[in-house]
């Protein structure tokens, strides 16, 4: 073989193989193009027409057929590939000069034609060096032939693409044509729940979200499991494709199904069952041991028992049971054991309260419980409550002399001890059990004791403690032990208290109790009436007590050393000083153990500086005004410096406009208080009114006439003057602070101040119970000034913000004098107020059917409000550091009511008007209560922290005492 003969024969197999891919190529594209656009015309049409299963199959058959097709086509190609001779002729139809050339080549390469004569093989040799060269000239047409097969499957890709884009069901539609059998629907549809088992007797709620293709007519159909006849209804969607159908009162098994477009749930089944419920319930509620009482039984769930005592519950159910159990909200479940196939017991010790449930579980697992909670209500074993009877007072007596003392005590669930606890200041407590005790007709315990006052050894001028104290029978967690006041027993010679003036005895005043020696016993019996249960406000509010009688010991202590008292006088008033010092830091700690015996040695070092200079009488306290001319110049010198000292508090004017603030926003307050009521349709409180119920106008009208003529007060309405009919002389000098802030403290209500004192005696009365009292103070003072504030309250809130920031702008003397004016007139219901922009007022929402405010108005209006009176709280603590006017109480109560009123904003955010507007008139009592004693520091220039033992005036005893009663109770 000869080159030439080479290169024919290799360019002649590669035209051969070209034409073959090129076959082999457009058969395979023309397949796919006319499967691809067969496919897409089915899902087309099934799109728009929703094509049956079998036209579907049909079609997965062309498309099918169309693929074997051109699979066999292209395998036969394999199988028989082009002839070299095929190939020329090809080469010579695309160059007709070339005329057999190529093909005579072809035939002589491949072997079909062999040469026979002897010049043949030259003629041959030439033959196929042109064939060769011929090839390499000449373009085949094999890949043009691809262009038309390659075309269609483009097209046919295209027009896919675009359905798949632009149409949403596009992959629902193909995957239909492609696999019929595959179920795919345009609408799709979630049913729930489904298989289902519910309690007899419930609706049964079914939920259907159609998405995909929105179904035109969607229905339910359903029938009983026993039954072949199905019943339907339509079924109505919502925009977001959500239907819901209910089946009332299912008592049968039954089958549904639903149906919407091309789509159709499976068959569900829903069995209904008996629910395991309690049949009969019995609780054996046995109390402790120490509690002598028979077992309670009851078939209510609700327990309200004695702590630790014992509940045994027998439960009988109405079906048979897996396992049942007490599950509780703040504590691990109780299991129940089944003592037979109808009843499962099972208990508990009472611990703590919670909420609880039965939970039932049947043999199928199927549970059941009560579908409101049971309460548990575990009462603690409160401590006794204990009283002395007689004498029920501090008194002066002989060594020698037994005191006979009068005791009566009440428990709860029994006594166990009645004893007298009694010491000489600074020795260890002695107790004694009584000589006698006996019930009374009021269910409680009296007992008389016999206190020898010899068995003390007792010298001139030392003091006994003594109280009573009650023990219960508590023995789990006790036991509990109640406490009396703490007495004091003087052993003091009857010359040293001065007589009473004639006039105070015929007017039946009080003796004068603002002394240091009745605020250190004051300290003492509130001191030994504190635990480790105690708060922490009162040790604070104790402790910061202590410190100012400490400080007024300093001042007599100092005065005495100017004035070169007994060296051993004050040896005692400095040991004095050191003891409350002491006693300050064992109360800060929270420690009574340590503070009480520091506080009774103190006393007793100042009742034997008494007894050094009985002319300093009880160091008294109180700066007066008529002071005896033969005062004791030590006594004259501290009460001048303590006289300084509240002159130069007096000037501070930031106490005059915090004063005014917490006065307009009590006044605010009262307002939304009413609007509230009115809104909660609640009965209006005729003390906030104005208005009186009938036939005690004029009764009430004949008190305050009584009241204020026995106490030289002026009527209300009327100015008060001198002698001749003139204006007082502390009325003049108006420019001057002191005189601006009485004025201004006279205007908003002198009752006001009197209602501040009796609130200040009430908190010495309740041992403790400041704020309890004050609120009861607050009411007394609200009531004088219902007209003020009922008067404020008519302007709108716009005006009254206003007026805020006008008189915020303007000086102290303008707002005293705008106070003036805005309060005049007060004294009476109806009388109207000279009140204008710019007065300082701040009412609240305005009253009437026309204008009330809806309850989410409301709660934003007390929500701002309880901020502004916690803002005020937190003013008014800033300024106690400064001045000692202010004490603890005030800031407690102020406090309190920041509280109240926040927790009435909850409510009425939380649809509790009645709630809201109880909590917002507590509210509004504090702010009063604060209000008023502020008031009372204005105009009478008093130190409220030496007011601490002050006697409450006479014509509130009665009401007074009953108030701590049923205080004491409520403890």
């Known amino acids: 073989m000869n080159d030439f003969e080479q290169q024919a024969r290799q360019r002649l197999a590669a035209a051969s193989h070209l034409k073959d891919r090129a076959r082999r190529t457009g058969w395979i594209l023309l397949s796919l193009a006319l499967a691809l656009v067969t496919l897409l015309l089915f899902a087309v049409v099934d799109y728009w027409v929703l094509l049956p299963l079998g036209a579907r199959l049909a079609g997965v058959a062309v498309v099918t057929g169309l693929i074997i097709t051109g699979t066999l086509k292209t ?63 000449v373009e085949l047409p094999y890949r043009k032939s691809l262009r038309i097969p390659m075309a269609m499957l483009a097209a046919a890709i295209a027009i896919m693409a675009g359905f798949y884009l632009f149409s949403s069901a596009a992959p629902t539609a193909l995957r239909r044509a492609v696999a019929p059998w595959s179920g795919k629907t345009y609408t799709q549809l979630k049913v729930t729940p489904g298989d289902a088992e519910l309690p007899m007797g419930r609706d049964f709620e079914i939920q259907i979200y159609f998405s995909g293709r929105h179904p035109k007519s969607p229905r339910i159909r359903w029938r009983e499991t026993d039954s072949v006849q199905w019943r339907q209804s339509p079924l109505t969607t919502n925009e977001t494709g959500l239907s819901l159908f209910t089946i009332k009162n299912v008592r049968r098994p039954f089958i549904y199904q639903v149906q919407g477009g091309d789509a159709v749930s499976p068959e569900y089944i829903v069995t209904p069952f008996t629910p395991p419920e309690v049949k009969e319930l019995e609780v054996r509620l046995t109390y402790p041991a120490y509690v002598e009482r028979p077992p309670i039984v009851q078939s209510n769930g609700h327990i309200t028992m004695l702590r630790g005592s014992t509940a045994e519950f027998t439960v009988s159910p109405n079906v048979p049971l897996k396992k049942a159990r007490l599950f509780f909200e703040r504590f691990r479940p109780v299991e129940l054991l089944s003592q037979s196939v109808e009843q499962w017991t099972g208990g508990f010790v009472l611990r703590t309260n919670s909420d609880y449930r039965i939970e039932l579980t049947d043999l199928r697992n199927h549970r059941g419980s009560n579908s409101e909670p ?117 052993i003091t010679p009857p010359r040293t208290r001065p007589p009473r003036p004639a006039q105070e005895q015929a007017q039946g005043k009080q003796p004068q109790k603002a002394n240091l020696l009745e605020i250190q016993k004051q300290i003492i019996a509130d001191t030994r009436l504190l635990d480790h249960k105690s708060k922490p406000e009162q040790f604070k509010e104790l402790a910061e007590r202590q410190k100012i009688a400490g400080e007024l010991t300093d001042l007599y202590k100092q005065a005495m050393a100017q004035r070169h008292a007994p060296p051993e006088a004050q040896e005692q008033m400095e040991g004095a000083a050191g003891e409350m010092k002491k006693a300050e830091e064992a109360l800060a700690q929270r420690n009574p153990q340590d503070a009480v015996p520091a506080e009774e040695n103190a006393l007793a070092k100042l009742y034997q500086a008494a007894k050094m200079m009985p002319e300093l009488q009880n160091f008294p306290t109180q700066p007066s005004r008529n002071a005896p001319p033969e005062q004791n110049p030590i006594v004259q010198l501290v009460l001048e410096t303590i006289r300084q000292r509240q002159q130069q508090q007096n000037q501070n004017p930031e106490v005059e406009q915090l004063a005014g603030q917490i006065q307009n926003l009590a006044s605010e307050q009262s307002a939304l208080a009413q609007a509230a009521e009115q809104a909660a349709q609640l009965p209006q409180n005729p003390r906030e009114t104005g208005q009186q119920p009938t036939g005690q106008a004029s009764q009430q009208h004949g008190a305050q006439a009584q009241s204020q003529n026995n106490s030289g007060q002026p009527a209300q309405g009327q100015a008060a003057t001198g002698e001749e009919g003139q204006p007082a002389p502390g009325d003049k000098n108006q420019n001057q602070p002191q005189a601006a802030s009485q004025n201004q403290a006279s205007n908003q209500g002198k009752d006001s101040s009197q209602k501040a004192e009796e609130q200040q005696a009430v908190g010495q009365k309740a041992d403790g119970q400041n ?83 809806s309850m989410e108005q409301l709660a934003q209006q007390q929500e701002q409000m309880s901020e502004e009176a916690k803002l005020l709280a937190q003013k008014l603590e800033k300024l106690a550091g400064k001045d000692m006017r202010l004490g603890h109480s005030l800031i407690q109560t102020m406090n309190q009511a920041a509280g109240k009123m926040k927790a009435a904003a909850q409510s009425l955010k939380g649809g509790q008007p009645r709630e809201g507007a109880g909590l917002a008139r507590e509210g509004g009592y504090g702010l009063n209560t604060v209000a008023s004693m502020l008031a009372k520091i204005l105009e009478q220039e008093k130190d409220l922290t030496d007011t601490s033992a002050e006697d409450y005036p006479r014509e509130y005893e009665t009401a007074i005492r009953e108030y701590l009663r049923r205080l004491s109770h409520q403890e």
């Open 374 to 490: 049971y309460h548990l209500v575990v009462l603690p074993d409160e401590p006794p409550k204990i009283e002395i009877l007689e004498p029920a007072r501090d008194m002066r007596a002989d060594p020698e002399q037994v005191i006979k003392i009068k005791a009566s005590a009440t428990d709860d669930f029994g006594l166990r001890e009645i004893r007298l606890v009694y010491n000489k200041l600074g020795e260890p407590p002695i107790k004694k059990l009584p000589n006698q005790e006996k019930p009374n007709a009021k269910g409680e315990t009296e007992a008389v004791f016999e206190l020898p006052l010899s068995e003390l050894n007792l010298r001139e001028y030392d003091v006994v403690a003594y109280h009573a104290e009650a023990e219960d029978k508590n023995d789990l967690d006790g036991p509990g032990i109640g406490k009396s006041k703490v007495y004091f027993i003087e």
């Open 771 to 853: 704020a309890e009292e004050q609120k009861v103070a607050g009411q007394n003072a609200d009531a004088q000034n219902t007209a003020n504030r009922d008067s404020q309250a008519q302007k709108s809130a716009p005006q009254a913000r206003a007026s805020q920031q006008n008189s915020e702008g303007q000086t102290q003397a303008e707002q005293t004098n705008q106070g003036q004016n805005g309060q005049k007139g007060g004294g009476q219901p109806g009388d109207k107020p000279a009140q204008k922009p710019g007065s300082g007022t701040k009412p609240g929402p305005q009253q009437g059917p026309d204008a009330k405010q």
């Open 75 to 137: 395998i036969r190609i394999l199988q028989h590939p082009t002839q070299m001779k095929e190939a020329a002729l090809d080469v010579e139809a695309q160059n007709r000069e070339l005329g057999c050339m190529v093909s005579t080549a072809a035939e002589y390469i491949s072997g079909e034609r062999k040469p026979s004569q002897q010049y043949e093989p030259e003629l041959v040799g030439a033959l196929e060096a042109r064939a060769a060269k011929a090839l390499v000239a």
